[in-house]
């Protein structure tokens, strides 16, 4: 039996169900290179299950699925993902790999960015595709993220923009970085983004979680000192949301 359980974004957000579950298993283990907690650590959450916590990376989940789908083939495993584990796609494979094998496996879900994002006042329904900015490296910088915000906003839709982190190097990218990008795409693509109003989220989940909307440069300008961040690049704004934007992101227009 393979377990994927969504441990959400602090330790102290991990359902009954989760928690029942992780108790059954025999071994646990969490994959650490999609996010992190906002607040806390996976070892205060062993002290919890009072289990060890084996971490997998990248290659342990995908290039090493068939040996935990093995293991799950003859005990009960639990892999615990930060968030929700349906989030990563990743984890859709592993999914598929039980079918495949008829190996019994079952979906706990979890917290995640994305029951948090309504917080700012935005409209759930009118978000468009999400889009996930990467860490640039030599000779190469995708502009497709940034073709993802334009369409969204030509429909009027707001676009939540997720971002790249390496946990194991502690780097996280972070809204200055993001908006780094969206400056150097909107020159390359030749569009204007002057009057572009964004929300910065960070570490959504955490006690000191922080929630600004403004100008692309006020964001920049502002203090993010928790982590993980992302940032959402607003399309229509009706007269509701710019008012909760005011009130509860500290929008000065």
Known sequence: ML?????GLNANQLTLEALHTIQQCSEVYVENYTSKYSQGEITALEKIIAKKIIPL???????????LIEKAAHATIGLLIFGNPLTATTHISLIEEC???KINYKIIPGISIFNYRGVCGLDEYKFGRTTTFVFPIEGYEPLSTFDIIIKNKTLGLHTHCLFDLHPEKQRFMTIDEAITFIQHAAGTRNVPIQGWIGVGLAGMGNDAQHVKAGSLHELQREKWNVFPQSMIICGDINEKEHESLQKIGGLQW
């Open 3 to 7: 377990y994927l359980i969504g441990l």
């Open 57 to 67: 990376n990248r290659k342990g989940v995908e290039e090493d699925a068939d040996i």
């Open 99 to 101: 079918v495949e094998k």
